[in-house]
């Protein structure tokens, strides 16, 4: 599984990449998690199964779900109270959960 994070200067993210990994770990996933920042989040797509945005940027979910339609992952964002408090455990099941519809 792959999930890209994309935030302002995806920075901002790097601590959840971080938490979301240790939750993988616990559970026994294999996956690859990073962060980007916005310019860089189309491109980067194509790497992914699943692009999950911080709430700063919901502005970018309706111009990025055009391409990852042609792609065929979904996109989202990333609930605030999740990225406000780094629950990489929470985040990471939004994800599951998403990519396996």
């Known amino acids: ?21 240790e939750a993988a770990a616990k559970k026994g996933i294999d ?17 992914a199964d699943i692009v999950l945005l911080g709430p700063q940027m919901r502005f970018l979910k ?7 339609k ?3 992952i979904p996109v989202d964002v990333i609930e605030p109270i999740a990225y406000g408090r780094c629950d990489g ?12 519809k």
């Not at 599984?1 to 990994?21: D, N, P, Q, R, W």
């Open 31 to 47: 996956c690859e998690i990073w962060a980007v920042s916005q310019d860089k989040a189309e491109e980067e797509m194509e790497k």
């Open 89 to 100: 455990e929470a985040v990471l099941n939004k994800a599951m959960e998403l990519i396996k």
């Open 62 to 68: 309706y111009k990025l779900e055009e391409k990852a």
């Open 1 to 21: 599984m792959k999930i890209l994070l994309a935030c302002c200067s995806g920075m901002s993210t790097s601590l959840l990449v971080e938490k979301m990994k």
């Open 70 to 72: 042609e792609i065929g």
